[in-house]
Each structure stands twice: as structure tokens, then as C-alpha cells.
């Protein structure tokens, strides 16, 4: 079980926002655009150690990434381009955030350990390959098992809700992190849970598939 799988629980309280964005003439694909430019806003800010301001640019990407979708089923605009450009989004913000936390050079665990600092940066490249990974796995199941059924414009798959951290609980932690001054407890949460969360869902296929 994961935050995604109470994906539509949650966006029913973004429809006010949606509705704005509607009356506004704003397309679904310029709102996953908006999404992006505030996730390097939020890098930035990682970079210049402005944690706090970072992550309420991180907290308003997240809720473009859903208002998007809502957006798209509002007005009937909903298109598979405009599918796959909000997984595009997605990975592009979570990796230019990620990186933004290593070129902060922000100590890791070299603030703990007597270790240099490179490792720091090797934690943020593992957290990186973590949330890649951990995504990844679902869009290669979907063309090698072959799940096409769609719920409101994402594809309905058995590993929505396998896997206890995907993205939802890496910006959650993240925003936390930088809103309480421990983003770098962030980083090591993000580095070890994403990672054991691909690994839960490759048993879970094995298990199934195998």
C-alpha cells in the first residue's frame, strides 16, 4: 500500500484549482509545463541552500502534476501524448531535485561519519537511480505483460498499489525535509526506500509472472 493508491481520493480537493486553471484557458500540457519550471525553481533553490523556499516550489509542482489530469477530464482534452508527458514530467522534476540536494553540497552523511564528501553525492546519485528505478519498472511491465485498461486516464495496473514508496512519499519526505531543516535525513529515507521499493516490486512479478 502507498499514498498513489488514494490518487483519487485526493484530487477531488484539487478541483477548485483545476477549475481556475480551466476558466483560465490553461491546457493540461502547459500546466505539466508549469509543473517542470517550478521543479527547477525548486532545484535552484536546493542549489543556493534555500531549503525552505525550495520545497513550497517543490510542494506547487506536486499539485500541478495533479491538476493537470484533472484539468485534461474537465474539459475532454485527455490524450495519450499527454500521458506519457506527465511521466516525462515527473522524472525530469525528480531528478533535477534530487540533483539540486547534491550541488547544495549539503553534508550527508559525511556530517555524521568522518568520510569525504563525495560520498555525500554518491548517496544523492543512489537516491536518484532509486526513483528512476522504482517508476520504471511499471512502464516496462505495461509493454511486456501488456496492461492497457485505463481509470480516468491512467493505466489501472496491479503495482499501483505494490511498492510502500513511489513518488508521492519522495516529495512528501522531501518537503518535509526542507521545511524542517532535515533534508538531508530526506535524501537518506528517499536513497534506502526507493530502492527497497523497486526490489518490492520485483519479487511481486516474480512471484506473479515468473
Known amino acids: 500500500m502507498n499514498i498513489t493508491a488514494f490518487r483519487y481520493r485526493f484530487i477531488r480537493y484539487l478541483e477548485p484549482i483545476a477549475e481556475i486553471c480551466k476558466r483560465?484557458?490553461?491546457?493540461?500540457?502547459?500546466?505539466?509545463?508549469?509543473?517542470?519550471?517550478?521543479?527547477?525553481?525548486?532545484?535552484?533553490?536546493?542549489?543556493?541552500?534555500?531549503?525552505?523556499?525550495?520545497?513550497?516550489?517543490?510542494?506547487?509542482?506536486?499539485?500541478?502534476?495533479?491538476?493537470?489530469?484533472?484539468v485534461a477530464r474537465m474539459t475532454g482534452r485527455e490524450t495519450r501524448f499527454g500521458a506519457v508527458f506527465d511521466w516525462i514530467a515527473d522524472k525530469y522534476v525528480d531528478t533535477i531535485v534530487l540533483l539540486g540536494v547534491g550541488l547544495s553540497g549539503i553534508p550527508i552523511i559525511s556530517g555524521v561519519l568522518k568520510i569525504s564528501p563525495v560520498w555525500?553525492?554518491?548517496?544523492?546519485?543512489?537516491?536518484?537511480?532509486?526513483?528512476?528505478?522504482n517508476t520504471f519498472i511499471k512502464p516496462v511491465t505495461y509493454a511486456e505483460i501488456?496492461?492497457?485498461?485505463?481509470?480516468?486516464?491512467?493505466?489501472?495496473?496491479?503495482?499501483?498499489?505494490?511498492?510502500?514508496?513511489?513518488?508521492?512519499?519522495?516529495?512528501?519526505?522531501?518537503v518535509l525535509g526542507g521545511l524542517?531543516?532535515?533534508?538531508?535525513?530526506?535524501?537518506?529515507?528517499?536513497?534506502?526506500?526507493?530502492?527497497?521499493?523497486?526490489?518490492?516490486?520485483?519479487?511481486?512479478l516474480y512471484r506473479r509472472y515468473s
Request: net charge negative.
Open 146 to 174: 501488456g496492461f492497457t485498461e485505463r481509470k480516468e486516464g491512467k493505466i489501472d495496473d496491479p503495482l499501483e498499489g505494490i511498492g510502500f514508496f513511489g513518488r508521492p512519499e519522495t516529495v512528501l519526505v522531501l
Open 180 to 204: 524542517t531543516g532535515f533534508i538531508w535525513i530526506s535524501v537518506l529515507i528517499i536513497a534506502l526506500c526507493t530502492n527497497l521499493s523497486a526490489l518490492q516490486r520485483i519479487v511481486y
Open 120 to 133: 555525500d553525492f554518491g548517496i544523492v546519485a543512489v537516491a536518484i537511480i532509486g526513483s528512476m528505478m
Open 24 to 70: 483560465a484557458g490553461l491546457s493540461p500540457n502547459i500546466i505539466t509545463i508549469f509543473s517542470i519550471l517550478t521543479g527547477c525553481f525548486c532545484s535552484l533553490s536546493y542549489i543556493l541552500h534555500s531549503y525552505f523556499i525550495g520545497s513550497l516550489f517543490l510542494f506547487c509542482s506536486a499539485i500541478l502534476d495533479l491538476v493537470d489530469g484533472s
